[in-house]
């Protein structure tokens, strides 16, 4: 019999383009030089589906590849991920889905292609939990949740800065339907500033970057601070974090354990260069503890 899923993580698949070691800001009319220049597979489903196998999910990736030639180095990184693959090639004449990330002498700069749609047509693939890594996706596609649901899947949602998402007035019905909501800090003040009212089925989980992490869960909150680390590279620290959360409440612990395991996972990818290639195994008893504050009001 063929083995289900643990977890499904869908959303947009780029390739990220990764300029580094500049010898000097970019700047209009000047040409800069790069010391190194990686391409790697990105985006939220991606990065938060590769650290999910990490740490032991049977975890699909389900979404679009980017056109050719940026399909190659997705389709190497599913696989030495240890991801299975629910994916399907770009349609016919579309640009790549890309990001050009441009790590300057003081700050990163972002450049991004976003072409057509994010998931593939037809049935939704089977697995006991669907992680959604956008919002923007969720809003596009507004019958994917509903598909999960009906199939029997549990339901995360990351948020991810989009304007137009997160002004949209969907927001409110759409964060109802998933268990588990997990913007960072600022999606969270922009959507309050919306006047959206978050209220998903299990945790509403707020990403606090150095500060950690919080979660509300009825009407109780709870918080988790992050370890001191030095920070070499914040790339795909929030969809890290999803996966430990996810993970965690997939296996029935409670919201103090899965916070920590989150922070755990956080902690890792800031201290490493690029999203999640090369993670290897994870496993978060080896990872320092997180201190946890329990049930604050
Ligand atoms: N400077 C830091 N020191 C320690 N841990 C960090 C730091 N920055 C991020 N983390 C960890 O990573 C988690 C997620 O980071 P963050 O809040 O920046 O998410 P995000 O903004 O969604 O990230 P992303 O850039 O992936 O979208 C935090 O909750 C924390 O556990
Ligand atoms: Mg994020």
Redesign the pocket.
């Known amino acids: 019999m063929k083995a289900q899923l643990d977890i499904l993580s869908a959303g947009r698949i780029y390739a990220d383009l990764i300029l580094a070691g500049l010898d000097a800001d970019p700047a209009p009319g000047r040409e800069v030089y790069a010391k190194q220049f990686v391409l790697v597979p990105g985006g939220g489903a991606f990065i938060t589906g590769a650290y999910a196998a990490a740490l032991g999910s049977r975890t699909g990736l389900y979404g679009l590849l980017p056109a050719p030639p940026f399909d190659t180095c997705i389709r190497e990184g599913i696989a030495a991920a240890g991801l299975v693959a629910h994916v399907a090639p770009a349609p016919a004449g579309s640009d790549p889905q890309l990001t050009v990330a441009i790590t300057g002498t003081h700050d990163r700069s972002f450049i991004t292609r976003r072409p057509g749609r994010a998931l593939p047509d037809g049935p939704l693939p089977a697995a006991s939990h669907l992680h959604v890594g956008e919002l923007a996706t969720a809003l596009e596609q507004p019958d994917l949740i509903a598909q999960a649901r009906q199939a029997g899947m549990s339901v995360s949602l990351d948020c991810?800065w989009d304007a137009a998402a997160l002004a949209d007035p969907r927001v409110p019905r759409i964060v109802a339907e998933v268990d588990l909501f997990l913007p960072?800090?600022e999606e969270a003040a922009q959507l309050a500033m919306h006047g959206h009212r978050l209220s998903p089925r299990h945790a509403l989980v707020v990403?606090?970057?150095?500060e950690?992490?919080t979660a509300q869960v009825d009407n109780q909150d709870y918080s988790v601070t992050?370890?001191q680390?030095s920070?070499v590279d914040?790339?795909?620290?929030?969809?890290?974090?999803n996966a430990g959360f996810v993970t965690a409440w997939l296996s029935g612990a409670n919201t103090q354990d899965c916070l920590a395991a989150?922070?755990a996972c956080?902690?890792k990818?800031?201290t490493r260069i690029g999203g999640a290639t090369d993670l290897g195994r994870l496993d978060l008893r080896a990872e320092p503890p997180a201190k946890t504050h329990d049930k604050l009001h």
């Open positions: 991810g960072n800090a990403k606090r970057a150095a950690g992490a992050a370890p680390v920070v914040a790339t795909g620290a929030g969809d890290a974090f989150g922070v956080g902690a990818a800031v």
